[in-house]
Structure formats: structure tokens, C-alpha cells
């Protein structure tokens, strides 16, 4: 295979619909086959079935590369109204449309098609691409990655998170945190309420303290002062209890999340609940027994913490040609690789607000502005 331009590896990677629910494999072995012509090594790191992660590395097999990261999946285009089919590539005023683009296999098929000119440079430390899956759904699929460059590869010196920043270099995120609530209350007779546990209106003041939490963290705000909005923020999303309004509910649970400033105390929210828990539930089991109050946490994304002096902040303004770093509250992988020990930015071309919507595009200069980048970096590793 010949070396390709980054619209004609684009329109190849937005072909493949890796929608969540679908598997990426497809996508995988087509980019291993691109790979392969160009003799540059690869492994998977498999997720579950049907999903994996590839790890490439184009220079010599010694620490302290740079990783180049991204993920393969998209999210649904289910009931948007979109100009031209998403899976096939669009070139319009200076934009390409379609699924992925910005969100985000645009910097991946910057990083593809550069891989020519990164095996022709004299590098003396390697450039690892990092192609992971499932990241939509809670950054689940890139973990077991992550695991194995900290338990049995060479030790890259900083990662490069692709995600669509307008080509700026951010340093910091939110974490999000998803919980789980279910309260088991007393079947009883609606006239009977002395003799029943309304799992739904305990779950009320469950919900009523998350809202008084809510308002406390946004009092707290953001010492920073970078962060929108400027404080942790707290929610529920989905509820469902009951069978009948004549019936004392016996379940009712909720989901709900936070997504906290990197510097929060990330058990402040699960000690206070706790605490009510332990007020709540005596008097639920006057009633009876086999009541309570359950929270399980179901998923948590760490937040990337500023590191100012690291070398991925370093790099990361000396190839974009930055003198200041910005924070987002969306959450990405970078800050999985930050708990390993490796420094992290996110740096990518597009624009997040083009994410997920239809007609979702990216700029051409953007993608242009990005192989700068990558080539910027790549010089550091020579």
C-alpha cells in the first residue's frame, strides 16, 4: 500500500460506522494493513469481543517516546437530519463532513497519513500511535491499553490526546463520576401508609441532598477561574419506581453523576450521601427489614490535573507555538494515562461543538494546522 493523503485516509476511517454499539475491528484491520506496508509494528490490546485497541511504533523500540491518541468509536446518528450521508466523506467550503471528523478521526488520519514522513525521520526515541475503543461510552475501552503500557511496554514520556480543541493545548478536565442509587422500600396499601417504606419519596430526599450538594459546589466555585461552568457540577439523569399510585412503591432508583474540578475532593459527594443513608435508614427498618439505601458507583473518568512543568505541556506549546493553556469540562482518556505516570495534553483539530451533532465537520486548515503539530513533536523524538 502507498502512502496516502489525509483526505483519502479519512474518508476511509469514516466509512467504517464504529458507532459504539458496532465493533471496530474492521477499522482496526484496516489501519494494520496500512501499517504493515510500511513495516511499522503494531499489537492489539483487546477490550471485549469485537473491540479492541492498537498500539503502534514507528522509530526504535526505546523509552521515552511520544504517544499519539485516539479514539476509533463515534457516537449514533440515529434521528438526525444530516446533507449527505455521514459515513461517506463530504468536502464542502472548506470542510469535511461526516461522522468522526472532528470527534475524532481527523487527527487520526493526520497521524496515518504522516507516517511515511515519520518512518523517513532519523528518530532517535519512537512515535506511538494509540487507537482506542469505546471512549464514548465512559472511556471504558482504552483501560486495558493503559494497563499494558504500564505492566510491559517502554515507558513514552508524554501522550498527545487528539481530541478536537481548535488545535489548543489543554491542560485540565473535569472528572466524571456515574453512581447508581436504588432504595428497596415496603409494599403496602396506599390508605395503609403507616405500613409500608415509599421507596420513591425516601429517594426524594436522597435527590434533595444531592440538589443542596449541587448548590454548594457551585458556591464553592472554581479557583482557578478556567473552568465552564465555573464550579463542580452534580445531576440526576434517569429515575424510575413504582407500579400503581394506589401502591407504596417498594423500589425506586435513580442515576445520576458528577463531574468535579481536578483539584475537588472526590469524596465529598459519596460521604455526605452516606451520611444520610445512615439517618434515613432506622427509620425505614422500624417498618421493615428488608429496606435500604444502595449507591454503587458504575464508572469513573479521572479528571487531567495541570502538570505546568511537564514535558507534554512543553512540547505541546513549543509545537503549536502557544504561550498559554486552556481547561475543558468534557472528559477524555488523557487523564488515565496521567494516573499511570505519563504526562498528558489534549491538543486536536476541530471544534468539540461540532461533536456529536449532524453535519458534524472539521476545518481542512484545522487538519493542516495538526500535521504542523504531529511534525513538531515528531522533531523532538530526533
Known sequence: MQGLSTQEVLARLIAFDT???NSNLPLIAWVESYLDSFNVPHLRVDYEP???NLYATIGPDVPGGIVLSGHTDVVPVDGQVWQSNPFILAERDGKYFGRGTADMKGFIAVALALVPRLKAMNLKTPVHLALSCDEEVGCKGVRPLVAHMRD???RPRAVFVGEPTSMKVVNGHKSAVTFSTEVKGHEAHSSLTHQGVNAIMVAGEVISEINTLRKELIAVGDPSGRFDPPYSTIHVGVISGGTAKNIIPRRC????ETRLL??????????RLEALRLRLEPGMKAVAEDVGITTTKTNEVPGLRPEPDSVAESLALQATGANATHAVSYCTEAGL????GIPAVICGPGNIEQAHKPDEFVAIEQLKLCEDFILRLARSCT
Open 19 to 21: 458507532t459504539t454499539r
Open 50 to 52: 469485537g473491540k479492541t
Open 152 to 154: 510491559h511496554l517502554k
Open 253 to 256: 432508583d435513580f442515576q445520576w
Open 262 to 271: 481536578p483539584t475537588a475532593d472526590r469524596d465529598f459527594v459519596p460521604a
Open 337 to 340: 494515562f496521567q494516573t499511570i
